[in-house]
Nanobody, 127 residues
């Protein structure tokens, strides 16, 4: 599975960004997207941390406490894409954001539950 994240950029605090992640590498759509997906982030000088995850059909979602009520993860299995809508951005949201494909159809909150990672997209929030 290959993942390509995009949508990052420089934005002022309080505004929004939408990240996208295109998933490819399988021959059929239900195999491409029959697994959980997640977003993680890594700020300068910090360890990578969980942001959000979604199960294979979108029925189950998890969020880090720091982004709950501001971020929303979604997916379009027909397009093989996963999204992260980020609203009310704060300077502490500045990080490289990575999308990841899970090992199972379930949503999980730990990075050990994912086995394919995208290259990351940089989000910078200015105060």
């Amino acid at each position: 599975v290959q993942l390509q994240a995009s949508g990052g950029g420089l934005v002022q605090a309080g505004l929004s960004l939408r990240l996208s992640c295109v998933v490819s590498g399988r021959t059929t759509s239900n195999r491409d997207m029959g697994y959980g997906m997640g977003w993680f982030r890594q700020a300068p000088g910090k360890e990578r941390e969980f942001v959000a995850s979604i199960n294979w059909n979108g029925a189950s979602r998890y969020y880090a406490d720091s982004v709950k009520d501001r971020f929303r993860i979604s997916r379009d299995n027909f397009k093989n894409e996963v999204y992260l809508q980020m609203d009310s951005l704060k300077p502490e949201d500045t990080a490289v954001y990575y999308c990841a494909a899970g090992k199972t159809p379930m949503a999980t909150t730990t990075d050990t539950g994912f086995d394919s990672w995208g290259q990351g997209t940089l989000v910078t929030v200015s105060s």
